[in-house]
T-cell receptor
Framework: GQSLEQPSEVTAVEGAIVQINCTYQ??????LSWYQQHDGGAPTFLSY????GLEETGRFSSFLSRSDSYGYLLLQELQMKDSASYFC??????????FGSGTKLNVKP | DGGITQSPKYLFRKEGQNVTLSCEQN?????MYWYRQDPGQGLRLIYY???????QKGDIAEGYSVSREKKESFPLTVTSAQKNPTAFYLC???????????????FGDGTRLSIL
């Protein structure tokens, strides 16, 4: 089966940097995705890593180490609007996705 | 604009009743998915379809059924066999590129189903 572990909640102040970790166990691994979901809303795609290394998209970066079955999402220059839940999801067996339980990020002024 | 449309936004089910949730996409995506989300939880895969007239069970398919007669449409029926259907249901689609390609899932706005 598949399993994902990520912290349930993280708190940080506006302007700071926060890292949300994700460790996974899966067979047929293809890649690791990150999604943002505001309360009551639909998830929106942030990033996807298929190969080891860091991917940067504006204030958000995502990292993957396939040998360690580990990834993280890095959010810089935090803004109040970044308060949301963040999900890591593994892509496996060509086109299936398994989501973690999510990390609730609270950004304080 | 391209996107995924789910309807209705809110749905109420009586005991013993089947209900159908609609999902339509105009993104020309081959793959479509249905997820269930319970409060404070992640998304769990119910069914997915990679091509018209074909679909596969996900992790929690019991009590649900789907069809994929058209590329654009992937309706989900919550049957009376699903004893705890109250949840937020999300439909998603993605392109059918091979393995390591960047294939973000695009989500609809969801349907909230409750029991009367």
């Amino acid at each position: 089966g598949q399993s994902l572990e990520q912290p349930s909640e993280v708190t940080a102040v506006e302007g700071a940097i926060v890292q949300i970790n994700c460790t996974y166990q899966t067979s047929g691994f293809y890649g690791l995705s990150w999604y943002q979901q505001h309360d009551g809303g639909a998830p929106t795609f942030l990033s996807y890593n298929a190969l080891d290394g860091l991917e940067e998209t504006g204030r958000f970066s995502s990292f993957l180490s396939r040998s360690d079955s580990y990834g993280y999402l890095l959010l810089q220059e935090l803004q109040m609007k970044d308060s949301a839940s963040y999900f890591c999801a593994v892509k496996y067996n060509f086109n299936k996705f398994y989501f973690g339980s999510g990390t609730k990020l609270n950004v304080k002024p | 604009d391209g996107g995924i449309t789910q309807s209705p936004k809110y749905l109420f089910r009586k005991e013993g009743q089947n209900v159908t949730l609609s999902c339509e996409q105009n993104l020309n995506h081959d793959a479509m998915y249905w997820y269930r989300q319970d409060p404070g939880q992640g998304l769990r895969l119910i069914y997915y379809s990679q091509i018209v007239n074909d679909f596969q069970k996900g992790d929690i398919a019991e009590g649900y059924s789907v069809s994929r007669e058209k590329k654009e449409s992937f309706p989900l029926t919550v049957t009376s066999a699903q004893k705890n259907p109250t949840a937020f249901y999300l439909c998603a689609s993605s392109t059918q590129r091979s393995g390591t390609g960047d294939q973000p899932q695009h989500f609809g706005d969801g349907t909230r189903l409750s029991i009367l």
